[in-house]
């Protein structure tokens, strides 16, 4: 996370740190998916080890402050399992089935790992916002702790490296493909069903004023929106932005047209549209952007009787479940 000089007051730091382990994870500490990141100009100012209190939660471990034009970011070293414990507290919480549990807690080791090797010579591998996945702070959770303990080691490979385990919370009908979210084709992320039941945003609906998109968006005189463009899977492809005046209307495609208006603004892009007056109104159902594992469809595929290996493979077709500890050392495929 960036912070300023008033805001690293709060930090409460304990004791000054020797040197960090190994097996660790570097974790680069954001309020959410739009803060800055450091610069090539960032700095080391800073180690110490202990616990920080950043946006109302205890962080602890190894603590790295960096400063660049823009202000202080605080990245997190902590060992590689715990943070997988950490994430799958953040990412699903309480109450969860633990064959649920178990497969969250292979895709976010194969995330980690993936992003570890790919980033190894770099200040921080991720950063604790939905960016990348959810991290806030030190399990709790004893069934959460035995579900990575259970399937410690484990994470999901093809051609005997870490896959990209996309996961998103829910989705309904299927699944998306990478190439319609990132222009990126990979043979174990295909569209398969979501197997979501009575979940959260299975329907939803959102106002924005057409004042509003446009000021997101960057662009002026908009009058009107249009889908021009849906994917195989029934999702919106591309959108049309008529302007006022002159001039041919712009296209955008609906991934980017999410990220502008705000992840959590516009839930998932399965929608339809409609105009009322200066307003678009947008229902829909989901919530992400629909590749890989449905977190909810796990849920529901745990609570029917499956295993974490099933589900893993029902979602990521291809993959394989590889339990080596020789991986964490192995550079990610590109």
Not at 60 to 81: A, T
Not at 111 to 137: E, I, P, W
Not at 157 to 169: E, N, V
Not at 296 to 303: D, P, Q, S, V
């Amino acid at each position: 996370m960036k912070y300023t000089a008033l805001t690293i007051l709060s930090l409460i730091v304990i004791l000054r740190l020797p040197a960090g382990a190994v097996d660790t994870m570097k974790v680069l500490m954001l309020a959410g998916p739009y803060d800055n990141l450091p610069s090539e100009d960032a700095v080391s100012i800073d180690s110490l080890n202990g616990k920080v209190f950043i946006n109302g939660r205890f962080y602890s471990g190894r603590l790295r402050i960096m400063k660049d034009d823009n202000g202080l970011y605080v990245i997190n070293h902590l060992p590689f399992e715990r943070y997988v414990e950490g994430v799958v507290a953040s990412e699903l919480g309480e109450g969860w089935e633990l064959e649920a549990l178990k497969a969250q807690a292979v895709i976010s080791r194969t995330y980690a790992m993936f992003h570890r090797n790919l980033n190894a010579r770099k200040d921080f591998h991720l950063t604790s916002s939905v960016l990348h996945q959810l991290y806030k702070g030190p399990n709790r959770d004893p069934r959460i702790a035995y579900a990575v303990k259970a399937t410690e080691g484990e994470i999901l490979t093809y051609r005997d490296l870490p896959i990209k385990a996309f996961f998103h919370a829910t989705c309904v009908g299927k699944t998306e493909i990478p190439e319609e979210v990132w222009s990126e084709s990979l043979p174990y992320l295909k569209s398969v069903d979501c197997n979501t039941k009575n979940a959260p945003y299975s329907a939803w609906q959102r106002r924005f004023s057409l004042a509003e998109i446009a000021r997101r968006l960057g662009i002026s005189g908009l009058k009107d929106m249009k889908i021009s463009s849906y994917t195989a899977t029934g999702r919106v492809g591309t959108l049309r932005l008529i302007s006022r005046g002159p001039g041919p209307a712009r296209n955008i495609r609906a991934a980017e047209f999410r990220k502008l208006l705000g992840f959590g603004k516009l839930p998932s892009t399965r929608f339809s549209l409609s105009k009322r007056g200066g307003n678009m109104i947008f229902t829909g159902s989901g919530y992400g952007h629909g590749v890989g594992l449905s977190q909810w469809g796990a849920f529901a595929m745990a609570k029917d009787g499956k295993n974490y290996r099933e589900i893993l493979m029902h979602y990521y077709p291809g993959a394989e479940l590889t339990n080596n500890r020789r991986m964490y050392s192995r550079a990610a495929s590109p």
